[in-house]
């Protein structure tokens, strides 16, 4: 396990979002008495529970687009990773996507606010929650066995969305949003897809 904590953290990506979390923390701190600090923590990680859901079913998962560009950035963000699910750079939302995703719901807090500690204290949550994404995704592609059974099985199912199809199972942490969106089916229920490992639904010869 020590190694695969050491891939983990030591990734580029990672470490980045790791430093901002800490240094995050390091404002925070001082301000630890007060709830609406802890409430606004709260509602950064809530979000982007919500925002894990929604930006793979929505995003991730859209027709391919016909600008190269914007072709290049979801093959990136997560048609490639369908094709070779196990590889490693792959694995991680770059920080060019992160931090900018994460830019706007922070502007929003602060207007909301007029607050500097309590924004960043939004932003430590939505960073932790990425973390905690960030380390369940890259379990459920390692050989890596969970400790916890609601770890082994959120893996399995992760995997479900993988190898059996990519139209149900977005959930990476959690199953709610699926529950409440009718994307949650029992695996045996579900025919295999064609397109789990091609999102574009095209021949490619990678594959």
Request: no cysteine; proline share 6%.
């Amino acid at each position: 396990m020590r190694q695969h904590i050491k891939e983990f953290f030591t990734h580029f990506d990672i470490s980045v979002m790791s430093v901002l979390l800490v240094v995050d923390w390091m404002v925070i701190l001082p301000h630890a008495n007060e709830g609406k600090i802890w409430l606004a923590l709260v509602l950064g990680m809530a979000g982007y529970a919500l925002s894990e859901y929604m930006i793979h079913r929505f995003l991730f998962h859209m027709k391919p687009p016909k600008h190269p560009l914007l072709l290049a950035m979801l093959r990136r963000l997560h048609y490639d990773h369908h094709i070779y699910p196990t590889e490693l750079r792959l694995l991680f939302l770059p920080v060019w996507y992160s931090l900018p995703i994460m830019a706007g719901p922070a502007l929003f807090a602060y207007l909301v606010t007029r607050d500097t500690v309590l924004t960043i204290a939004f932003v430590m949550g939505v960073i932790s929650f990425l973390l905690y994404y960030e380390w369940t995704h890259f379990v459920a592609h390692r050989p890596i066995k969970p400790i916890t059974p609601w770890g082994r099985w959120m893996k399995k199912v992760h995997l479900w969305h993988h190898y059996k199809s990519e139209h149900y199972w977005y959930g990476v942490t959690n199953p709610l949003f699926d529950v409440m969106l009718g994307t949650f089916r029992d695996e045996q229920q579900v025919e295999k897809s064609e397109t789990a490992r091609n999102l574009e639904g095209k021949a490619d010869a990678r594959l």
